[in-house]
């Protein structure tokens, strides 16, 4: 009895000191779960490169993992000489509409569409010998556009300014009114006129350097890094999460560039003369459906091109076949093909900035002109190139390989084809079938294929023989 007592006893203890240990243990985990649930996270997003399409895009999926990872802040680490002013006033948008605070980092440059960027940012930190400014809008020449553009940027800079609101200082009977980004300086940014007391009287665009705007509160801070910025942040604890592009994001990015849109028109459109000139070769047409897809798609995808839009081209692709292959001639069906290919083409690079809905219903056609410029310029040097490439292809080696090139000498045993049809020229007749530009006519009770010169022979009509080449006879209207 005694020793079962004792056992038990010792049993007791053992419990005992097994409930404090895990006790113990419970406590140290939560408080070193407590430290780590204090560190504030933080998602880095580098803007170092030219604003376009694809920066707005990787604004778009930076923010939604910002969102969905529930991070406290968003840092933008950034270096650029500008860009385009769509993308990036839409990056303006995503950052004043924001929840999560935005803070960026100029660690060079942020020049004109950049300088737009960091202005809409809660908070302004610059490297040492930084820039920040020069907003006024230019082309590709680097040449001032006209006056009805920098108007549209003045107001966009002065509202991105305003939009961080102002401090009403009352003292005694007077009232002062401080804003917190001053919206005139912002203006002056992008119009050398605009003259700002004690910042900028000397008629040039106004670009500031750190220390510059550290002064005139277009900048909280300088720092060397991203350290030091968070540190002058108030951000002690933290975890940093660097936003990083997949590739797929990185392709689609650069499909969106209107550099590359214009390239794949000019596919599209010249894989399609060539497959007219040349039928059955299918290489020029799977050329041409494979840049179909690689233009519409990225816009699709990202949320540019609608359904309807993307129907459009298809239907007028379909109308243009039908007007060659079905119908006679050259009519309505395929004018309204044209039509309806180069609208699918133009409405789906910029159909969601044309209609506005602002006070009612308004059409920005600005977005639309300048989608309708590269797809008319491209189509343009897509037919020009494709005439002069079907003019010189049979110039070349290119096709050596796979073309005879040989001469073959009768005295060696070979035999010419009859030179019947080259006597024919100046001959007259009727088309057998509908030539367009391909088929058959009647000429001395006898049919022959032929090819029209120029545009398309309706059936019955008379026809002359003009010239002979390649085993191909080539006739005209008379």
Not at 71 to 81: E, P, R, S
């Amino acid at each position: 009895m005694i020793l079962d007592f004792r056992y038990k006893k010792m049993v007791q203890v053992s419990i005992k000191l097994l409930l404090l240990i895990t006790i113990f243990s419970f406590n140290i985990s939560a408080q070193d779960s407590s430290i780590i649930n204090n560190k504030k996270k933080v998602l880095k997003l580098n803007i170092k490169q030219e604003i376009g399409p694809a920066i707005w895009r990787q604004t778009m999926q930076a923010f939604e993992k910002a969102e969905n990872d529930k991070v406290d802040y968003i840092l933008i680490h950034m270096n650029t000489y500008g860009g385009l002013v769509e993308s990036a006033d839409s990056i303006r948008t995503k950052i004043l509409n924001s929840e999560i605070p935005v803070f960026v980092f100029i660690d060079n440059n942020a020049a004109s569409a950049g300088a737009l960027i960091a202005i809409s940012c809660d908070s302004i930190y610059m490297r040492p010998g930084a820039n920040i400014g020069a907003a006024t809008v230019v082309n590709q020449s680097g040449e001032a556009v006209p006056d009805k553009y920098q108007s549209y940027m003045r107001s966009t800079m002065r509202s991105t300014a305003e939009a961080h609101g102002k401090d009403t200082i009352i003292n005694g009977k007077d009232t002062t009114i401080r804003w917190f980004r001053d919206p005139k300086i912002a203006e002056a940014m992008v119009d050398p006129r605009k003259r700002v007391e004690g910042v900028s009287d000397s008629g040039e665009v106004l670009t500031f350097t750190a220390s510059e705007a550290l002064k005139h509160f277009y900048c909280e801070g300088t720092a060397e890094n991203i350290e030091e910025v968070l540190e002058l942040c108030g951000i002690n604890e933290y975890t940093i999460d660097e936003y990083t592009p997949s590739q797929l994001e990185k392709t689609i990015g650069l499909l969106v560039s209107p550099y590359l849109q214009g390239i794949l028109i000019m596919i599209i459109i010249g894989g399609i003369y060539f497959e007219l000139q040349t039928p059955g070769v299918g290489f020029p047409i799977a050329a041409a459906i494979l840049a179909s897809i690689l233009y519409f798609a990225p816009l699709y995808l990202e949320g540019i091109a609608e359904n309807w839009e993307i129907l459009l081209f298809a239907v007028g692709i379909i109308l243009m076949l039908i007007e060659i292959f079905v119908i006679p001639g050259f009519g309505l069906a395929g004018i309204s093909g044209i039509i309806l290919a180069i609208a699918g083409l133009t409405l789906s690079m910029s159909a969601g900035d044309i209609v506005v809905v602002e006070e009612g219903l308004k059409f920005n056609l600005e977005p639309f002109a300048k989608s309708l410029f590269v797809v008319l310029i491209s189509m343009f040097l897509a037919i020009t190139i494709s005439l002069l490439l079907s003019q010189r292809i049979v110039k070349t080696n290119l096709f050596a390989r796979i073309a005879l090139n040989k001469e073959q000498d009768t005295a060696k045993g070979y035999i010419g084809v009859s030179t019947e049809q080259i006597d024919m020229v100046g001959e007259k007749g009727v088309a057998f079938t509908v030539l367009k530009p391909s088929g058959k006519v009647l000429i001395n009770n006898e049919i022959y294929d032929a090819k029209a010169r120029t545009g398309y022979i309706e059936e019955d009509e008379q026809i002359e023989v003009v010239s002979y080449g390649i085993a191909q006879l080539y006739v005209k209207k008379i």
